[in-house]
DNA sequence: ACCCAAAGTTAAGAGAATATTAATAACCAA
DNA sequence: TTGGTTATTAATATTCTCTTAACTTTGGGT
């Protein structure tokens, strides 16, 4: 199936110029002109890219762009910023806020497409890495569940994505640190006690032994 | 240990403005002038990233990334393209043989560092994964653990640090001076024995004869 | 062979990191 | 909004690591 992207730019000739040299090379477009129509499309589309330019009335790409990071159902989305030369700020801030790429106007369409299939082709890589068997668990992205020895579990979201983290890499110890910045995200704060609190409630469900903890390390995953 | 970076291109002042911003930032820089010489320095340095401007004497970037990517020791390298504004066709070109990204010039240092930690980030977290395997004894950072002989042993983080560093150069005699540096840093003051201590618990789990005492040196770990 | 500084040993207590519990806050769907 | 679930925090308990002190042993130098 065709790969789907959503552009998002106020202005109409620039989404128009976009949006006929990607249909060409094969993707499925979708469009928008401001951030909150970027988010809710997003939302309902579900692309494998957003192109989002980062100056827009109502809501800026930068917002737009946190807010369908933190969305659950928009996870592995790729997220590109358009920005014009200059914008020294944005593009900063663009890549603190999770953005995989920018791209400088004004947009040179055989750069544009040559840049986007790179872009893409490393994602289509990603995507089939989605459920993974580890011993007797096996936890699946895409719907969301952990099955142990047969017994479905359902896991709120924090307490998945953090059971997730640590059975992708068994045996690897992930210090508190990297903890927070993969489940969490780079910006939050939350105390320490907390990533205990999740800790425990996995091992709960899923025993004790599964977790380690390595005392001034971090956890670990045992098989 | 600093991440390595070779910056490649024939203008003087680039190079240097790249070098000093980039240093500012630790990582550690090398640099080149040409398309041969970053062939020859990458090989020699093994850089975790190269910048490879496009357009230079001998060789250009091009056909430099491509030699690069062909070298076996060279895999998991990084290389990001340099390049003027208006350079189309070599962004293309660029992608086509194997860039992880490309900078546009001019070059502007927050932007830059930004995006280059942001690359090197994941690199590094894949890198640290690393292990070491002197004789029968394999210690692996990544998963906090020391397999002597197939059994696997838990050592406390103290203990650990100590051996890892004693086992990273085996035959070197550290002296208490050092260690205490390594593993305890160079502000803390503990008593003499403290490491005495640490030593016999390393050596109760894996067994006298491999650490050896160099009395009035030091301590140091045999195969 | 004796002395003495250096290293080894042991056990206990301080200190730090984590576990647990319960209460509160944020969130989301109906 | 409301009711229920999830996330976070605070407070307390527990566990394990680290350090120390006191004492013993070792081994090179005279």
Known sequence: ???????????QDIVELLKYNLEKEGYKCY???NGEEAVAKAKDKKPDLVLLDIMMPKMDGIEACRLIRKEDSLQGIFIAFLTARGEEYSEIAGFEVG??????????????????????????EDVESNELVVGDITIDRS?????LRGDRLILPKKEFELL???????????????I??????TDVSVVDRTIDVHIRKIREKIGN???QTIK????????
């Not at 199936?1 to 202005?11: G, Y």
């Not at 059975?167 to 508190?176: D, H, L």
């Not at 001034?216 to 098989?223: D, K, N, Q, S």
């Open 143 to 147: 719907s969301f569940d952990v099955v």
């Open 1 to 11: 199936m065709a790969q789907k992207i959503l552009i998002v730019d106020d202005e």
């Open 99 to 124: 953005a995989d790429d920018y791209i400088t106007k004004p947009i040179k369409p055989r750069v544009l497409t040559s840049r986007i299939k790179a872009l893409l082709k490393r994602k289509k």
């Open 31 to 33: 469009t928008a002109s």
């Open 216 to 223: 001034g390390v971090g956890y670990r995953f045992v098989v």
């Open 209 to 211: 032994e599964r977790i």
């Open 180 to 185: 927070l910045n993969k489940v969490w995200g």
């Open 164 to 178: 997730y983290l640590l059975a992708s890499k068994p045996g690897k110890v992930y210090t508190r640190e990297s």
